[in-house]
């Protein structure tokens, strides 16, 4: 009897050494998934993202991990005098992402520097306020002026009706001002025309509001330094 409990002792020993070692090993393992930095992924609440930031640095956020950003393809597109291609480590690049198996036009966009109308004489805006003076009041437009991550955001949503019902689709913007960056994300929930139902069976015809949570949760996540 004496011989099986001084044989029982460094079993138990190895056993407790083996809990130890896995526990350590799964600790290691979900902190891996919760990486902070540009192109590691993030898991919270069983979704993955991806955290990306602009060209130049200034501006952070993240992304679901099944969503692609097709490559920025730059067009000189304007009249007048021939543009070269900005420095993108100067300016910020415009950024788009795609829901994977999605209809073309399903995309939320990045752009940066947004002008005004006529009344501003189509330049930058500088400030919210500037925005905000500037904005569109009638049925279809309804803003906002919020803070996200400490930057002042002007958030519209229009939601157009066309004469007769035509045409109509619904919009969503923020966009966000701080230390000089102002960026401005869009997504489109919806659109319709009766013409395309006809010309073109609807092919640019399409519903997107599955993806207006995964727009709201890129928006909350914008950081901008």
């Not at 300016?91 to 995309?107: C, G, M």
């Not at 306020?129 to 996200?148: G, K, L, P, V, Y």
């Not at 994300?185 to 599955?210: D, M």
């Amino acid at each position: 009897m004496k011989n099986q409990r001084g044989f029982a002792a460094p079993i138990v020993a190895l056993l407790i050494l083996i809990l130890v070692i896995a526990a350590g090993f799964v600790f290691t393992q979900r902190n891996s998934d919760n990486v902070d930095e540009a192109g590691q992924t993030t898991v919270e609440n069983n979704i993955t993202t991806v955290n990306a930031t602009d060209s130049t640095g200034a501006l952070s956020y993240s992304y679901p991990s099944s969503w692609t950003i097709p490559e920025y393809v730059w067009d000189d597109c304007c009249s007048g005098p021939p543009k070269a291609e900005p420095d993108w480590k100067e300016v910020s690049q415009p950024i788009t992402l795609k829901p994977a198996n999605e209809h073309e036009n399903v995309k939320v966009s990045f752009t940066f520097n947004p002008t005004g109308t006529e009344a501003t004489s189509y330049e930058p805006f500088k400030s919210i306020d500037e925005m905000w003076a500037d904005r569109t009041i009638d049925q279809f437009n309804i803003h906002e002026r919020i803070s996200i991550n400490g930057a002042d955001v002007l958030h519209t949503v229009t939601d157009f009706v066309g004469p007769a019902e035509v045409e109509a689709y619904k919009d969503h913007y923020y966009t966000f001002f701080k230390n000089g960056t102002v960026a401005t994300v869009y997504f489109r929930e919806h659109y319709r025309h009766n013409w395309n139902n006809e010309g073109t069976n609807g092919q640019t015809n399409y519903k997107a509001s599955e993806h207006l949570d995964d727009f709201e949760a890129i928006v909350k996540s914008i950081e901008i330094a």
